[in-house]
C-alpha cells in the first residue's frame, strides 16, 4: 500500500479548496498523513491577505484533532510557490484543484499530484 507521510494541500478558500481538504483528510486518514495546508496569494497581497489567513486558519480548525496540520500563507506565482513549498518542506504529494496552475503544477512536480475536479467537472462516467 502506498504510504504518504507529509501531504501538501493548496488552498485558496474557495469551494473547490475546501473539497480539496476533504479528499486530503480522508487520504490522511488512510495513510497517517501529517497535513500541510498553503493558502496561495498573489502580490500584492495586502487586500486579501487578513482574509485568507482567516480562512486558513478555518480551515485548519475543521482538521480532525487525530491529525497532524500545519498551515502557512504563501505570497507570489501560485504555481512556484507550491512547487517549492513541496521541494523546501519535504512533501511526498500534492493535492489541489483543477485550477489554472494545476497543469504546471503536474507537470514540473517530483512527487505525485492528485488534482481534485468540483463536481460537474469533467466526462459523465455513469453513462
Do not use: C, K
Not at 71 to 89: N, Q, S, V
Not at 102 to 113: E, I, K, S
Request: glycine share 6%; hydrophobic share 50%.
Amino acid at each position: 500500500m502506498l504510504r504518504y507521510r507529509h501531504v501538501l494541500i493548496a488552498f485558496d478558500g474557495s469551494p473547490e479548496s475546501a473539497l480539496v481538504l476533504e479528499h486530503a483528510v480522508a487520504l490522511a486518514h488512510v495513510t497517517r498523513a501529517r497535513l500541510a495546508i498553503v493558502a496561495l496569494a498573489p502580490r500584492p497581497a495586502w487586500s486579501v491577505r487578513d482574509a485568507l489567513e482567516a480562512q486558513l486558519r478555518a480551515a485548519a480548525d475543521g482538521v480532525p484533532d487525530d491529525l497532524e496540520v500545519t498551515t502557512r500563507l504563501l505570497e507570489g506565482d501560485p504555481a512556484h510557490e507550491l512547487l517549492r513549498a513541496a521541494r523546501e518542506g519535504d512533501h511526498d504529494a500534492i493535492i489541489l484543484g483543477a485550477n489554472g496552475f494545476a497543469d504546471r503544477v503536474v507537470h514540473d512536480a517530483a512527487v505525485p499530484v492528485i488534482l481534485i475536479h468540483s463536481p460537474g467537472e469533467g466526462p459523465d462516467l455513469a453513462a
